[in-house]
């Protein structure tokens, strides 16, 4: 929230969904308020994303199968294929990026938080208002998030995913 002037937040995976687990408010006017006691879906929303991108193949094909897709916008991915382009493209970047698909104001970015084996735990999040967002905020912010998401996974004993790292490296480069 300081690095970035913008809502983050940390939660925790709970199979269909994800439970925020900690929310910091940055102290301007306009900002992204996260209420914590919201499930959060995982395909609506970079948290849900993150994770869902980084299981293993069969864990991730048995949880998209029994989901509901649900539209919370628009913008939000309504059916199986443009999900499984969304976590292709995830897990490429490193990160997730959802861009008005629950909020039409709201951009979020998230990274998945690993545990020992480098399965999917959580995600750490940055929520910032659409209209103030852009490609050098983007940067600024995945930068942030990736570095903040590995070191949760590495003082919680866990490993992170090669492709996250390979994020790391190139938003610092």
């Given at each position: 929230?300081?690095?970035?002037?913008?809502?983050?937040?940390?939660?925790?995976?709970?199979?269909?969904h994800?439970?925020?687990?900690?929310?910091?408010?940055?102290?301007?006017?306009?900002?992204?308020?996260?209420?914590?006691?919201?499930?959060?879906?995982?395909?609506?929303?970079?948290?849900?994303?993150?994770?869902?991108?980084?299981?293993?193949?069969?864990?991730?094909?048995?949880?998209?199968?029994?989901?509901?897709?649900?539209?919370?916008?628009?913008?939000?991915?309504?059916?199986?294929?443009?999900?499984?382009?969304?976590?292709?493209?995830?897990?490429?970047?490193?990160?997730?990026?959802?861009?008005?698909?629950?909020?039409?104001?709201?951009?979020?970015?998230?990274?998945?938080?690993?545990?020992?084996?480098?399965?999917?735990?959580?995600?750490?999040?940055?929520?910032?208002?659409?209209?103030?967002?852009?490609?050098?905020?983007?940067?600024?912010i995945?930068?942030?998030?990736?570095?903040?998401?590995?070191?949760?996974?590495?003082?919680?004993?866990?490993?992170?995913?090669?492709?996250?790292?390979?994020?790391?490296?190139?938003?610092r480069?």
């Amino acid at each position: 929230t300081q690095a970035t002037g913008e809502t983050a937040h940390g939660s925790m995976f709970s199979g269909e969904h994800l439970s925020i687990i900690g929310i910091a408010e940055p102290q301007r006017p306009t900002r992204v308020s996260v209420d914590a006691s919201q499930a959060l879906p995982l395909h609506a929303t970079a948290s849900g994303l993150a994770c869902l991108a980084f299981l293993d193949e069969h864990t991730a094909r048995q949880i998209v199968a029994d989901m509901s897709l649900r539209k919370h916008t628009d913008h939000t991915c309504g059916s199986k294929r443009e999900l499984k382009a969304l976590l292709a493209e995830t897990r490429e970047r490193g990160y997730s990026m959802a861009v008005r698909t629950f909020d039409d104001d709201v951009i979020s970015i998230a990274a998945p938080i690993f545990d020992a084996a480098a399965r999917p735990i959580g995600a750490i999040s940055v929520a910032s208002i659409a209209s103030r967002f852009g490609k050098d905020s983007e940067r600024r912010i995945a930068r942030c998030v990736v570095d903040a998401a590995a070191s949760v996974s590495e003082a919680a004993g866990g490993a992170v995913h090669p492709a996250v790292a390979a994020a790391i490296d190139r938003l610092r480069a």
